[in-house]
């Protein structure tokens, strides 16, 4: 039983792992392509106290995040301190840098949530709807990348105007990855009915964690579209926020470690095509969008080594 349950885990992480070796080696090319200096010279536009704010913006949407979660513990009757969820939280945002897989993090929260002795159903629950709240909220948004897209029009996205580009618009639209999302999301939506019945009678809960995902989807948006107009290449807000939502959904297919590689390549793609930004701004963007995501997840290494100990610990009284 243990073997054939280990096979198709091992398959999963192979195919995570070539697809971030592929999307990497694309992004490499992208860079290449575009030219060292071009995307330097786009990021020297954007002025200090932008990249400040901007960074700014992204603490305030971790703290949503963080915000989120404590909503839903709180509204399911599960009184985890807002300290113990702020470490929890970003130690699980540090860990998703490095763990395996796009819910990495989730994990991680998890097993620090039961060592601070939340229930486990409940904990993971909760985790669950967390993931899927901010899912809805990313769904809201869509729409205006999707009316983008149909005013643009599908060929002229997939138009190989750009070799690299040109590959990975065909590599998405192959419906080998659309029947494989569509597949995840429908078996998601079934095993997480489960989880939602734990807050059917506290609406207020619900709607306070999706309150906390705008504010994080905004703060997102913002950071985004600071550093467009710090660049020269503005672009309106709505447009910001539909094009990164699509992002946001291209990403969550688990064909690479945390993103890595999928969330550059197809920021490139889709703000170049769908917002007018050139390609050296869309990369610069990615870029960005990236390091300030990392830099601000840096807190929770503070508090990893304290949760490992509990674990090991717990392992240990088990063990004995």
Same mark, same amino acid.
């Given at each position: 039983?243990?073997? #054939?349950?280990?096979?198709p885990d091992r398959r999963s %992480?192979?195919? *995570? /792992? +070539?697809? @971030?070796?592929?999307?990497?080696? !694309? =992004?490499?090319?992208?860079?290449?392509?575009?030219?060292?200096?071009?995307?330097?010279?786009?990021?020297?536009?954007?002025?200090?106290? #932008?990249?400040?704010?901007?960074?700014?913006?992204? %603490?305030?949407? *971790? /703290? +949503?995040? @963080?915000?989120?979660?404590?909503? !839903? =513990?709180?509204?399911?009757?599960?009184?985890l301190s807002l300290w113990k969820?702020?470490?929890?939280?970003?130690?699980?945002?540090?860990?998703?840098?490095?763990?395996?897989?796009?819910?990495?993090?989730?994990?991680?929260?998890?097993?620090?949530?039961?060592?601070?002795?939340?229930?486990?159903?409940?904990?993971?629950?909760?985790?669950?709807?967390?993931?899927?709240?901010?899912?809805?909220?990313?769904?809201?948004?869509?729409?205006?990348?999707?009316?983008?897209?149909?005013?643009?029009?599908?060929?002229?996205?997939?138009?190989?105007?750009?070799?690299?580009?040109?590959?990975?618009?065909?590599?998405?639209?192959?419906?080998?990855?659309?029947?494989?999302?569509?597949?995840?999301?429908?078996?998601?939506?079934?095993?997480?009915?489960?989880?939602?019945?734990?807050?059917?009678?506290?609406?207020?809960?619900?709607?306070?964690?999706?309150?906390?995902?705008?504010?994080?989807?905004?703060?997102?948006?913002?950071?985004?579209?600071?550093?467009?107009?710090?660049?020269?290449?503005?672009?309106?807000?709505?447009?910001?926020?539909?094009?990164?939502?699509?992002?946001?959904?291209?990403?969550?297919?688990?064909?690479?470690?945390?993103?890595?590689?999928?969330?550059?390549?197809?920021?490139?793609?889709?703000?170049?095509?769908?917002?007018?930004?050139?390609?050296?701004?869309?990369?610069?963007?990615?870029?960005?969008?990236?390091?300030?995501?990392?830099?601000?997840?840096?807190?929770?290494?503070?508090?990893?080594?304290?949760?490992?100990?509990?674990?090991?610990?717990?392992?240990?009284?088990?063990?004995?």
């Amino acid at each position: 039983m243990s073997l #054939r349950q280990d096979k198709p885990d091992r398959r999963s %992480v192979w195919i *995570r /792992l +070539a697809g @971030t070796l592929l999307t990497l080696a !694309l =992004l490499v090319f992208l860079l290449y392509r575009q030219g060292w200096q071009e995307i330097w010279q786009a990021f020297l536009r954007i002025s200090p106290w #932008r990249l400040a704010a901007a960074l700014g913006f992204v %603490v305030l949407s *971790r /703290l +949503a995040v @963080t915000a989120r979660w404590y909503i !839903l =513990l709180r509204s399911a009757g599960e009184p985890l301190s807002l300290w113990k969820n702020f470490r929890l939280t970003f130690a699980g945002l540090f860990a998703s840098n490095f763990l395996p897989t796009t819910i990495g993090g989730d994990v991680f929260r998890l097993a620090g949530a039961v060592l601070y002795r939340v229930d486990t159903a409940l904990a993971a629950a909760s985790l669950i709807v967390d993931r899927l709240v901010g899912m809805a909220g990313m769904a809201t948004a869509a729409p205006l990348g999707l009316a983008r897209v149909v005013t643009v029009g599908l060929p002229a996205i997939l138009a190989p105007g750009n070799a690299s580009l040109g590959t990975l618009a065909a590599g998405m639209a192959h419906p080998g990855w659309i029947s494989r999302l569509w597949r995840q999301f429908t078996d998601l939506l079934r095993r997480t009915f489960a989880s939602f019945a734990l807050w059917k009678h506290r609406p207020a809960g619900l709607l306070l964690a999706y309150a906390a995902t705008w504010v994080h989807m905004l703060a997102t948006f913002s950071s985004i579209a600071i550093c467009l107009e710090g660049m020269g290449e503005p672009a309106a807000f709505w447009l910001v926020a539909g094009t990164w939502s699509l992002v946001y959904f291209i990403t969550l297919v688990p064909v690479s470690i945390n993103g890595y590689g999928l969330q550059e390549v197809s920021t490139v793609l889709l703000y170049s095509r769908l917002a007018g930004i050139s390609p050296e701004g869309s990369l610069t963007i990615a870029l960005l969008v990236r390091t300030l995501t990392m830099l601000v997840s840096l807190p929770g290494a503070i508090f990893m080594p304290e949760i490992m100990a509990k674990i090991r610990n717990d392992e240990e009284k088990e063990a004995s």
